[in-house]
T-cell receptor, first 109, second 118 residues
């Protein structure tokens, strides 16, 4: 079967660093995406990884290990506006994008 | 600005009354997708168009249909909405299809239409 696991909820403090993990088991792999979704809004693209390693983009970084079926999203210098759900999604071999249920991040002052 | 536009943002319909949701894009992307997202759940792909090629997911109910009259527009028709169809409906686009493993497969989402069924 196809499965994407990520924690349901996380809490962190403004200014801190938080790491959101994602593990996946899918039939085929054509890349992993991270999206941010504020409540009641559409997902917005954050990052894309298809090769192993770390991709850095400002305060956000994403890491991929294909052999371990594992990725994480790292958020630095947290701001209140980072409170949102973070969706991990894998492009499978059938041309479909499989989403995890998302991790709801709450940033507290 | 180039974008994915969905109208309306909020739609209320009655049980069994057909409803159409619309999506347009100015990105000139080849692929357009429709997702259903219920509260606290992952977006679920209903179908997608690669140009005029329609691709239906195996578990998408027959109650859901789609039309893509041209590159810019795509419609979601719900023929007889039930209470269980109340959800956020998300339209997304990408330059290329999903199987290429390239950054051009990144999907860009519209703001969504929240459907309420009374």
């Amino acid at each position: 079967g196809q499965n994407i696991d990520q924690p349901t909820e996380m809490t962190a403090t403004e200014g801190a660093i938080v790491q959101i993990n994602c593990t996946y088991q899918t039939s085929g792999f054509n890349g992993l995406f991270w999206y941010q979704q504020h409540a009641g809004e559409a997902p917005t693209f954050l990052s894309y990884n298809v090769l192993d390693g770390l991709e850095e983009k400002g305060r956000f970084s994403s890491f991929l290990s294909r052999s371990k079926g594992y990725s994480y999203l790292l958020l630095k210098e947290l701001q209140m506006k980072d409170s949102a759900s973070y969706l991990c999604a894998v492009a499978g071999s059938q041309g479909n994008l499989i989403f995890g249920k998302g991790t709801k991040l709450s940033v507290k002052p | 600005d180039a974008m994915v536009i969905q109208n309306p943002r909020y739609q209320v319909t009655q049980f069994g009354k057909p409803v159409t949701l619309s999506c347009s894009q100015t990105l000139n992307h080849n692929v357009m997708y429709w997702y259903q997202q219920k509260s606290s759940q992952a977006p679920k792909l209903l179908f997608h168009y690669y140009d005029k090629d329609f691709n239906n997911e195996a578990d998408t109910p027959d109650n859901f249909q789609s039309r893509r009259p041209n590159t810019s527009f795509c419609f979601l028709d719900i023929r007889s909405p039930g209470l269980g169809d109340a959800a956020m409906y998300l339209c997304a686009t990408s330059i290329t299809g999903l199987a290429g493993g390239r950054a051009t497969d990144t999907q860009y989402f519209g703001p969504g239409t929240r459907l309420t069924v009374l």
